[in-house]
């Protein structure tokens, strides 16, 4: 079974730009693993932001963003504010089964 | 309101069995594929099953496969996660989510496996 790959941590100030990133262990991660990006916050459950690599459900901030970079798949988050503080799992089609990443903790700070 | 509901959860011995099911509603439930995910506690999350809209085509990840079974009942709008042979690492919270459309994730449901 594939491996996908995600950042541990990362931290950002208020108002500043992060990308966070996932990766394949199968190779560059194309539009055809139909990546996924889900926000979890402390004690709810997860909540889909992006899906087939860039598009947003009605509910995602104007300021998150998808796509592919670098062969990874990427969210980026430009104008980070307090609530954005959370778990990103970013998640990829394997032709069926679908792999999730381990988490990105993102720090607004 | 369009949501999915899970049940069933609860305490169960190593070896024992339980079966989960996801009410959902307001939206066209058999027009999807339907999925079950799992998170351990403290843990990132697992994608456990998937099962096409017609119930065709059905995907397991290797920790439970030949031990869990995913069913639905496009009648009752309902999913199902036949959980059997249960071991101490089954032990999560399970998220009964649609990927496509209204792209929900339930509220979960919390599985115990201890003696």
């Known amino acids: 079974q594939a491996v996908v790959t995600q950042e541990p941590s990362l931290t950002v100030s208020p108002g500043g730009t992060v990308t966070l990133t996932c990766g394949s262990s199968?190779?560059?991660?194309?539009?055809?693993?139909?990546p996924y990006w889900f926000q979890q916050k402390p004690g709810q459950a997860p909540r889909t932001l992006i899906y087939?690599?860039?598009n947003k459900h009605s509910w995602t901030p104007a300021r998150f963003s998808g796509s592919l970079l670098g062969g990874r798949a990427a969210l980026t988050l430009s104008g980070a504010q307090s609530e954005d503080e959370a778990e990103y799992y970013c998640?990829?089609?394997?032709?069926?089964?679908?792999?999730f990443g381990g988490g990105t903790k993102l720090t607004v700070l | 309101e369009v949501q999915l509901v899970e049940s069933g959860g609860g305490l169960v011995k190593p070896g024992g069995s339980l079966r989960l099911s996801c009410a959902a509603s307001?939206?066209?439930?058999?027009?999807?594929?339907m999925n079950w995910v799992r998170q351990a506690p403290g843990r990132g999350l697992e994608w456990v099953s998937s099962?096409?809209?017609?119930?065709?085509?059905?995907y397991y990840a290797d920790s439970v496969k030949g031990r869990f079974t995913i069913s639905r009942d496009n009648a009752k709008s309902s999913l199902y996660l036949q959980m059997n042979s249960l071991r101490a690492e089954d032990t999560a919270v399970y998220y009964c989510?649609?990927?496509?459309?209204?792209?929900?994730w339930g509220q979960g449901t919390l599985v115990t496996v201890s003696p």
């Open positions: 099962i096409t809209r017609s119930s065709s085509d059905i």
């Open positions: 989510v649609l990927l496509s459309g209204p792209k929900l």
């Open positions: 998640m990829l089609s394997y032709s069926g089964p679908w792999v």
């Open positions: 307001a939206f066209t439930f058999s027009n999807y594929a």
């Open positions: 199968t190779g560059a991660v194309t539009s055809g693993h139909y």
């Open positions: 087939d690599t860039s």
